[in-house]
């Protein structure tokens, strides 16, 4: 059975982590370095997860060619992602 991950839980998290940049953004000019390195990784992560949800869209047998534990690993490791994302928004 194919895997619904990159119709619907790679763009929600790219989403998630694109709008708690934005917030983040905001207020990162007078903000602590950490904070700034925060913001600036929610941006790189924005930008692999767009690219990775890309590749996966424009190559339809993506997830039938991986195993069904690295299937798992991946969905657990987006869940995860995603749960920090909203609790940090």
Known sequence: ?????????????AKVT???HN?????????????????????????????????VNSNASFFEKIDNDRKQTFERTLG???ATLQRLK
């Not at 207020?27 to 590749?55: H, Y």
């Open 1 to 13: 059975m194919p895997s619904n991950l990159g119709v619907v839980e790679i763009p929600a998290l």
């Open 18 to 20: 694109w709008d708690l």
């Open 23 to 55: 917030q983040c953004q905001i207020i990162a000019k007078d903000a602590p370095t950490g904070f700034q390195k925060l913001v600036t990784e929610l941006g790189s992560l924005q930008g692999t997860l767009n690219t990775f949800a890309d590749d």
């Open 80 to 82: 995860t992602c995603l």
